[in-house]
């Protein structure tokens, strides 16, 4: 009897966690609506993040194609990861996340990411991006950062 309530239980949560999942993401669209994402495939260079170094960005690429700055990467394994956030900085100013993806479930195979920014409101000129890891510990971890010429 126990086994089959902690069992529907266990269940429950991972509902529960789904739903939150969606509830974020909605928020996030609602935040950054004008931002598209979708997931794709690409060969990885790897790239070491500078506070977890047990933590791998793979692939990370951002390439100007139609007026927007198309941002890829991979990961090889998702252990205890909240979220990415794709951070641009324009002409040298601070960081600010212009995208959030949430990634509630631990991977141990390689996850491909694609994001697009539609550059609504950014003038010419160099942009720079980076991708920011953020652990259930509330810890972060950046990739490199990589500039771009619009």
């Not at 909605?26 to 931002?35: D, S, V, W």
């Not at 990370?60 to 700055?69: D, H, P, Q, R």
């Not at 600010?96 to 996850?111: G, H, P, R, Y």
């Not at 890891?133 to 810890?139: A, E, G, Q």
């Amino acid at each position: 009897m126990f086994v089959q309530q902690h069992s529907s239980y266990t269940s429950k949560i991972e509902k529960m966690k789904k739903l939150i999942a969606l509830i974020y993401i909605a928020a996030a669209t609602i935040l950054f609506g004008y931002a598209k994402a979708e997931e794709v495939k690409q060969a990885p260079v790897i790239i070491i993040a500078t506070q977890h170094s047990s933590e791998i960005f793979e692939g990370l690429s951002v390439k100007i194609i139609n007026n927007k700055a198309e941002i890829s990467w991979s990961t090889a394994n998702e252990h205890n990861n909240k979220q990415f956030e794709i951070q641009r900085s324009s002409r040298g100013e601070a960081f600010k996340t212009i995208a959030i993806f949430f990634t509630l479930e631990d991977s141990f195979k390689t996850k491909d990411y694609n994001f697009k920014d539609e550059l609504k409101g950014v003038g010419g000129g160099k942009l720079s991006y980076r991708i920011k890891l953020v652990d259930l510990n509330n810890k972060c971890a950046y990739s490199k950062v990589i500039d771009v010429t619009i």
